[in-house]
């Protein structure tokens, strides 16, 4: 199948708002990480004019690897000539967050740890905002 880093964002970002508002907390912090990874990929891949290679396929928080989905998003974006509209914030709000955790009991869950992933989802969406009014998408 085609990816479509994009459509994948909206979806995640969609899905992970229901399961925010039922109390699911796992399934909701699972997808708000992927939804930011998405949209990032998908912006990224505008600032780059082409699709990621496989270094740069990488999940939003992965520090056993050089870099990220964030870092990535990072460098990229401060190369580009529209890159100012993009405010990235100073730490990754995913640095807890691993994808891997969909494997944890959801006891280990809570509001608590899923706003600041739900925050900076929610700040990716921003970005796919802005660079869609930006005509880069």
Request: aromatic residues 10%; proline residues 4%; contains cysteine.
């Amino acid at each position: 199948m085609n990816e479509d880093f994009l459509d994948a964002h909206e979806r995640h970002w969609d899905d992970a708002e229901r399961l925010y508002a039922a109390g699911r907390w796992a399934n909701a912090d699972h997808l708000y990480g992927l939804a930011a990874e998405c949209g990032l990929k998908g912006v990224t891949e505008r600032f780059k004019a082409a699709p990621l290679d496989g270094k740069e396929r990488r999940h939003i928080m992965e520090a056993h690897k050089p870099s990220n989905a964030w870092d990535i998003f990072e460098s990229y974006r401060s190369g580009a000539i529209m890159g100012s509209h993009f405010v990235v914030p100073p730490v990754n709000p995913f640095t807890n967050w691993d994808v891997s955790q969909r494997y944890a009991h959801q006891s280990r869950f809570d509001q608590a740890r899923v706003d600041p992933h739900r925050q900076g989802a929610e700040r990716v969406m921003e970005f796919v905002i802005t660079a869609n009014l930006l005509g880069l998408l």
